[in-house]
């Protein structure tokens, strides 16, 4: 067994709580399906242990801050009350607590007629059939060691299913919060492992919020893993913010299945102070299929914020575009990686890639590789990447008419920035990520005037 994380992996799945009520009925209502795909994830983590930079998808990228941690605890802290927020938004909102369903902070009365949203332990509880054969079969943790950690404790999460034809009116959102243990130095890190289900039927519609925030420092991990099934002419459009503490560890894997005519827009903002390791994978598997990947990492002090991309063009006529830009000012470092393929017999495949990225340091990193693999005739395919730094040309404009070096850079930056969040649709979806954005570019710009000269 490799010696990467054997705090964590000492603390056996079947111990992990569901809800504190549920605890002892968890342990003896799990079906055999569950159970051994807890078993399978968790045998496969083992044989794997932590990913390494000798690893072609991981070269980017250092765990070594994760494989130093000594977990003391899975799920939230016994001393943590949910802090008061803005309460944003019409639709309903479900809140977790390091990966625990918290049902007094959620709100699901406004759900309507023909969309579900669940936690998933209530679902493993009373209906855990419903989801045999959708929870984990996107995924394959014989691949990806952290995938297989996530499954393997896995309880918690959220499962939302749309009836064929339904269209929710409003987002759904789902507030994930990392805790610490404030005031008691001897606590140790945290580990949560949240996961979301979504099951879109024929014709059905659904905008979706996932943020991730911590409350204090909240050292630890969070292993947090999406499946979305899209049924024929489906549509989905996500938007993940991933703004946890700089003492987390955070890792995202999103799949998707998109059957003929589906839609699935992903949209990630990631302004995180650590360490990101942010994965999508989108299965487009039957004609006409087709996706956007639209993703903005603004990166400040130490951050490192890595995004893995995978489309996987595995029928006719299907699309994908995707833009993912980079800001990143002090000492931080980007890692984009954009891998689309396009299968034999894939005809007609229509595939956009682009990776343009801006430094406001000079001590500021981007490591970008974008990639095509290409199997079939007739088709169009593009892909670039560039790094960069303000237009001075653009700032000289800017100042000759009177406006300041600071604001001048302000606006500029700004205009970079937000030229992902306009690609959202739904326009709650996009005022959510605009005021994440505009936040985050008060602290870049905060966080570079301070650096020293």
């Not at 709100?107 to 579900?116: D, F, M, N, S, W």
């Not at 959102?173 to 005031?183: E, K, N, P, V």
Request: charged share 25%; with cysteine.
């Amino acid at each position: 067994m490799s010696s990467d994380l054997q705090s964590l992996t000492r603390l056996s799945p079947d111990r992990i709580p569901v809800a504190p009520s549920d605890r002892s009925d968890q342990i003896h209502t799990d079906p055999n399906w569950l159970a051994t795909l807890r078993r399978d994830a968790l045998a496969c983590f083992e044989e794997q242990g932590l990913p390494t930079r000798r690893q072609e998808e991981w070269k980017g990228t250092n765990l070594a801050p994760l494989a130093a941690m000594e977990f003391t605890r899975v799920g939230a802290s016994p001393n943590f009350s949910i802090p008061m927020q803005e309460d944003v938004g019409l639709g309903p909102l479900l809140v977790f607590v390091d990966g625990a369903f918290d049902p007094a902070a959620s709100r699901r009365e406004k759900l309507p007629a023909g969309v579900r949203a669940s936690s998933l332990a209530e679902v493993l509880r009373d209906e855990p059939e419903s989801i045999k054969g959708y929870l984990g079969a996107l995924t394959d943790p014989k691949i990806q060691p952290l995938v297989a950690l996530q499954t393997a404790f896995l309880s918690d999460g959220a499962v939302l299913v749309l009836d064929p034809g339904t269209t929710a009116p409003h987002p759904i959102r789902l507030r994930f919060i990392s805790t610490g243990d404030a005031g008691d130095s001897s606590a140790g890190t945290s580990a949560a492992f949240p996961r979301l289900l979504v099951i879109a039927g024929e014709g059905s519609s659904l905008a979706l919020v996932q943020e991730h925030i911590s409350s204090d420092d909240a050292p630890g991990l969070t292993a947090y893993v999406s499946e979305f099934h899209l049924a024929a002419g489906a549509r989905v459009e996500c938007l993940e913010v991933q703004a946890e503490a700089a003492a987390r560890v955070h890792f995202t894997s999103l799949h998707a299945r998109l059957e003929e005519n589906a839609t699935f827009d992903s949209h990630v903002i990631t302004v995180a102070d650590g360490l990101v390791r942010s994965e999508i994978l989108v299965e487009l598997v039957e004609p006409n299929a087709a996706t956007k990947l639209c993703g903005l990492f603004m990166g400040q002090k130490t951050a490192h914020l890595d995004h893995f991309t995978t489309v996987d063009h595995a029928a006719v006529n299907c699309t994908s575009d995707e833009e993912y830009r980079g800001v990143l000012a002090n000492e931080s470092k980007g890692v984009f990686r954009g891998r689309v393929i396009v299968r034999p017999g894939a005809q007609g495949t229509d595939t956009k890639q682009s990776n343009p990225n801006l430094l406001l340091s000079d001590r500021a990193m981007i490591d970008t590789k974008p990639q095509l693999e290409i199997y079939a005739d007739d088709i169009r395919a593009s892909h670039g990447s560039t790094i960069g730094q303000l237009d001075s040309d653009a700032l000289f404009f800017l100042r000759a008419r009177g406006i300041d070096e600071a604001e001048a850079k302000r606006l500029l930056t700004g205009a970079f920035a937000h030229g992902v969040v306009a690609r959202i649709q739904n326009e709650e979806l996009r005022w959510v990520a605009t005021t994440q954005v505009d936040a985050t570019l008060t602290q870049l710009e905060k966080s570079e005037s301070e650096r020293p000269k």
